[in-house]
């Protein structure tokens, strides 16, 4: 993905996981491959390929602390997946008969003597046992690497990777075959950390908006290329931009309001007169904790005319070895995105937000906590893995069947670069927004009008050229730029909500029929983004708060976490894991179906070189949308916007008979 200071545009945000091994699965225990007797000196090993490439640079025996966590077994899977099934469909009468967290462990927790076995063999290997979870699925073990290398008979080694210091095993793991039956994997090995890719947040410190930029869809355009006299007349010059497209462009939007945002989503009638959130709580987890996020917060919702938001913001404690403090900036930017999209789209709706102690194992911790102790109905989630390599699908997988049968809905961004081709160098969906078990969010390309209006639709696929001397290049539409996250997983079969509507062109193309990514989109273009305001670090080292227009399906994925808010308010009651219930609604004219437009819509942007002052100069660019590989929309669902978006509110009644 283009770098924000290398061009000096605003980037999407979203996080990834940064694994670098091609081939690295889910990590999880094969109860069936034990080399011997059930005896303690016989093993059974952890599937998974070395991991120690994972990290920048590799040394020999670390010397920091190994931070891990052994993930149990759930029990009675197959009766939880059915359970599930009946308890998120409309059609059955199930629906909605949630299990609390204590009737979840009495059903599906790992046993407490599987627990009690598996601690006091850590314990036996000079691990220290750090926390086991409410619902016995996660043991975080501390200690020495040499330690945990004679634990699980490997390999450890030290390196670095986003600025971190991580350690990672050289070879597959193993345990005593005793244990294997109640272990399905280990976090924390992997040399895995996630970080935001955050487009316009630091670093750099400081991030601006360049001028001139339209206050809504095309209110500006710029002049038209043409050649005027000098000031002294003895010469001429040229002034304006070039034409694209046979037509002059507008300029690029400031960033949307939330009072147009919820315009556009035809939502802010009902906002004004009490369908607001109250009474919901909406989760958010990201990586450590913005020191200004409640000061920027009363200045945002003042400037807004929203409402002072109720939100409990906890820190979650534990190790994150030489965290450099860019990369805590980073996800700084990423939660007020988060909690301004969110408080947008639901101003009176509560807020808890989880930040994790590192972006490694801690995000898995605290999903796994918010989800256990039920701290919200709706759990928005601006990360993932790139592609679907990540040692963390197995622990993940168990906390989302326990959101499902508790009533929770988890949803997850998409991801920004299109089907990964140009990351990956080859065509994958990402996880988590993979999991059948999660609402995947793609991203639009939003029109808003001056009357915050509804104007038009795309699914977000950015191109983009720059102004060089008198032309656009490359000739525009140019190259591929940014786009909504989207592709079949290679992991996941086709679930039963999108059989019948997601065709079998698309689920087929691995062969079989494959689970397809997003299931819905909001706007998530950052040139159509939102405005969204931070306290901010300028070179001199003064700060001061600054609004700037960010996106990605990072901005998605909260604005439909708010929208979902309202139609539990409406309905009375928490739908849960909606995918099967939005599947059903896109039969009627809920969803808007979006497409591509025949005739090429393009906007002029102007950026700042350094970030947030014309010093340096400026770079001019044109951004082409809503056409064109590598996802291109079409009539009924589609890999860019899967089923569309919200039709204005038509989709919260719909979802009121469910």
């Avoid at 599937?47 to 009675?76: E, F, H, K, W, Y």
């Avoid at 001028?211 to 010469?235: E, F, I, N, T």
């Avoid at 901010?536 to 979902?564: M, N, Q």
Wanted: charged share 20%; hydrophobic share 35%; proline share 7%.
């Amino acid at each position: 993905m283009p770098s924000s200071q290398a061009t000096g545009a605003p980037q999407s945000l979203r996080l990834i996981i940064a694994v670098a091994v091609a081939g690295l699965l889910a990590i999880l225990v094969a109860p069936g491959s034990s080399s011997g007797s059930a005896a303690e000196g016989s093993r059974t090993v952890i599937p998974g390929a070395r991991t120690a490439a994972a990290l920048a640079r590799a040394s020999g025996s670390p010397r920091q602390s190994v931070d891990l966590s052994i993930v149990m077994r759930l029990r009675n899977v197959g009766r939880l997946d059915a359970f599930n099934v009946r308890v998120s469909d409309p059609a059955s009468p199930a629906y909605r008969h949630y299990l609390t967290p204590a009737g979840f462990h009495v059903r599906y927790s790992p046993s407490e003597d599987s627990v009690r076995a598996v601690t006091d063999w850590v314990r036996r290997n000079g691990l220290t046992v750090e926390n086991v979870s409410g619902n016995r699925t996660l043991i975080d073990v501390s200690g020495p690497p040499r330690a945990a290398e004679r634990a699980f008979a490997t390999n450890v080694v030290s390196g670095r990777n986003a600025g971190m210091s991580l350690t990672a095993a050289m070879t597959p793991l193993s345990v005593p075959s005793r244990l294997a039956p109640s272990i399905l994997g280990v976090v924390g090995l992997d040399g895995a950390v996630a970080k935001p890719m955050a487009k316009g947040v630091p670093p750099p410190p400081v991030f601006r908006n360049a001028r001139p930029c339209s206050l809504w869809w095309a209110q500006k355009y710029a002049k038209h290329r043409h050649k005027v006299k000098d000031k002294d007349g003895k010469g001429t010059h040229f002034v304006g931009l070039p034409d694209a497209y046979g037509q002059r462009q507008p300029w690029a939007v400031c960033g949307y309001t939330p009072r147009q945002v919820q315009g556009a989503y035809g939502v802010a009638h009902r906002v004004r007169h009490g369908l607001a959130g109250q009474g919901q709580t909406i989760a958010i987890i990201d990586a450590f904790a913005s020191p200004t996020i409640r000061r920027d917060l009363r200045i945002y919702s003042a400037r807004h005319g929203l409402p002072r938001l109720n939100f409990r913001q906890r820190s979650f404690r534990g190790k994150c070895p030489k965290c450099p403090p860019d990369l805590r900036q980073g996800w700084w930017g990423e939660q007020t995105l988060d909690f301004d999209a969110v408080h947008t789209m639901a101003p009176k709706a509560k807020i808890y937000y989880g930040g994790a102690a590192n972006p490694g194992p801690g995000l898995l911790r605290v999903l796994n906590f918010v989800i256990d102790r039920r701290k919200a109905q709706i759990i928005t989630n601006s990360y993932g893995a790139v592609g679907e390599q990540t040692g963390q699908i197995a622990a993940s997988e168990q906390a989302y069947r326990q959101a499902i049968a508790e009533g929770i809905g988890v949803y997850f961004s998409s991801g920004d670069d299109g089907n990964e081709r140009d990351t990956m160098g080859y065509v994958s969906a990402d996880y988590s927004a993979s999991s059948p078990r999660v609402t995947a969010v793609g991203g639009t390309t939003l029109g808003i009008g001056p009357l915050n209006n509804f104007r038009f639709e795309l699914g977000w696929q950015t191109y983009n050229s720059t102004l060089d001397k008198a032309a656009w290049s490359p000739r525009p539409p140019g190259d591929f730029y940014y786009g909504s996250g989207g592709q079949v997983s290679r992991l996941f079969s086709q679930p039963p909500y999108q059989r019948g509507v997601v065709p079998r062109g698309i689920a087929g193309i691995y062969g079989g029929r494959g689970r397809a990514v997003p299931d819905i989109s909001m706007l998530g273009d950052p040139t159509t983004g939102m405005l969204v305001g931070e306290t901010e670090r300028f070179p001199d080292g003064r700060t001061a708060y600054i609004e700037a227009r960010f996106g990605g399906t990072s901005l998605s994925s909260p604005l439909l976490a708010g929208y979902l808010a309202l139609a539990d308010q409406l309905a009375g009651y928490h739908h849960g894991f909606i995918n099967p219930a939005i599947y059903r609604a896109s039969r009627g004219n809920a969803i808007r179906d979006i497409g591509q437009t025949k005739i090429p819509i393009a906007t002029v942007k102007r950026d700042f070189l350094n970030g947030y002052n014309g010093a340096n100069g400026y770079l001019v660019s044109l951004r082409t949308v809503g056409r064109g590989a590598p996802l291109a929309s079409r009539r009924g669902y589609d890999l860019s916007t899967g089923l569309g978006s919200p039709r204005g509110s038509a989709l919260l009644y719909a979802l009121r008979g469910h």
